[in-house]
């Protein structure tokens, strides 16, 4: 990786996190959208702590410029991943809650339910994720139906039963009964994995990619999902939560079974390289155009927090 | 109401309710369905829990009706009102969560996260909720993708802020800033009433209605959502624990106002009186076709569990 490289793309993901913030603080304002009756002020204040946060925001740009690949429309790329990024938020003011995770700090900030209550945090997370289907729904962008309808089903599927809900389950169930080395890799394919491939996959469905290149995006989706989470359970052994913004050694306080802790770091950094290298291969046919996605792959395999 | 009105009426609740449940049962079974990784059983277990409960299958039957009333498809129907009763269900798991009513029973069962544990009761909700968007946007009804859109644009505003959730947290906010007869009749319109307005407007969409015939649904919805809510604050001030199958006298040790405390309960049953006239007359266009919703409003204000 150059400087430069990593430059272009560092200021790239800033540029697309700003746009995709400035959006979602629209969207989640006090004023009551067309057709709504009331905006409750307290549950938009506790639904825009939830996204607000200064995530890095990798899945909105994951969705933009997998779009952008196919020249789609930035506009309607936005809406889309500002969406997955509601869901993507409401995901984690669950999974904070003391009855899941139990955490009282994320980014540094105290998490929803600190902030205000677990009765806000449980609505703002159902609002947050239903917020999103209306978004991906509505004939605000350029998108014709079936499009919508598309992205509608395989976000539900990346999100619901067979993907991240169902991941979260079955890692809490990875807490009495450890799974073996292919249990954790389907519990993390699911918890991080669909989730992350969605975005990549939303932008090849935007840009009305064909069957072969929505194909490779997934792919590409997959490797660097993979990858995201391996990253997470090394960060998990080897980070101070100073540099987290929240606690970590939870997975072996927990008594959690990771691919870390089956092989060890070693293993994991080798991993690693070898993820992004898939990465990069299966983009390769679109040549340069593909740079800042291959730049995505190495910054989460490499990522520090 | 004639005894035989009733009868037929009864008959047709019980007969849409057994349609449903047999979907809902094979829709959340433990098998992974196409383009899931994996079902995990307790978080399907749990699902079923909070959703096959015995519940009366009114938003369904509502669809169903409204759906025959134009010649829709039943099998699409079906499909619609089973996405909506997944929503229901999802509303009322996550309600009874500690955090929010912190309700042991509901129709004499323990609820989800008393008989499963909290995480599960979340996560089940999340999942039924991600689940309905789901199954209406797949394409295995006759319905176009438009038509798709616009159902799931109407059931998320109908569930979320400006509908479902934001009327949960107005209602949060309720117990300590008594809310004036305007903001309670605000309140209880999202709440309660956005839900089975969109039951009755989603069958005027299945069956391609004309905007005139769709908003006389959705009228109708309207006066029955109103009824439905007044019926159930009648029903906490006046039965027996024992009929409701979950506590009773909760608004009132609650401190919450209704507009039974606020009026009375004859006030109440005179109104109630009124919105099934209401409902009637919205639905007279429609002549002996619509009986069975005209059975409907009244069965909703007599209730008595």
């Avoid at 991943?81 to 669950?94: D, I, K, R, W």
């Avoid at 690693?272 to 995505?296: C, H, I, M, N």
Wanted: with cysteine.
């Amino acid at each position: 990786m150059t400087d430069q490289g990593f430059s272009l793309f560092q200021i790239t993901l800033q540029q697309r996190a700003a746009s995709v913030e400035t959006l979602l603080s629209e969207l989640l304002s006090d004023q009551p959208h067309s057709g709504e009756i009331s905006r409750p002020a307290r549950l938009m204040a506790a639904m825009r702590h939830g996204v607000l946060n200064g995530g890095k925001r990798l899945r909105p740009f994951l969705v933009m410029e997998s779009a952008a690949l196919f020249g789609a429309d930035n506009f309607t790329a936005l809406r889309i991943a500002a969406a997955l990024e509601c869901v993507h938020s409401y995901s984690l003011v669950h999974d904070d809650l003391p009855a899941m995770d139990d955490d009282d700090l994320r980014r540094g900030q105290p998490t929803v339910h600190r902030k205000f209550d677990e009765a806000a945090a449980i609505l703002a997370g159902d609002s947050l994720l239903t917020y999103a289907f209306e978004l991906i729904a509505s004939d605000e962008t350029e998108l014709d139906a079936q499009c919508r309808v598309t992205l509608i089903t395989a976000l539900a599927r990346a999100s619901g039963i067979g993907g991240m809900t169902g991941g979260q389950a079955l890692d809490l169930e990875a807490e009495k009964i450890k799974p073996d080395e292919a249990g954790i890799i389907r519990l993390q394919a699911m918890k991080t994995g669909a989730l992350i491939r969605f975005a990549c996959e939303a932008g090849a469905i935007i840009g009305r990619a064909g069957t072969k290149d929505r194909d490779r995006l997934a792919e590409y989706g997959s490797a660097i999902g993979l990858a995201f989470q391996l990253a997470d359970d090394l960060l998990d052994v080897t980070a101070e939560a100073r540099d987290m913004g929240k606690a970590t050694g939870k997975d072996a306080a927990a008594g959690k079974a990771t691919l870390v802790s089956l092989h060890g770091v070693e293993w994991a950094k080798l991993q690693l390289a070898g993820l992004v290298e898939q990465a990069e291969e299966v983009l390769a046919p679109f040549g340069e155009k593909a740079a800042l996605l291959k730049d995505a792959a190495r910054f989460i395999a490499d990522r520090r927090n």
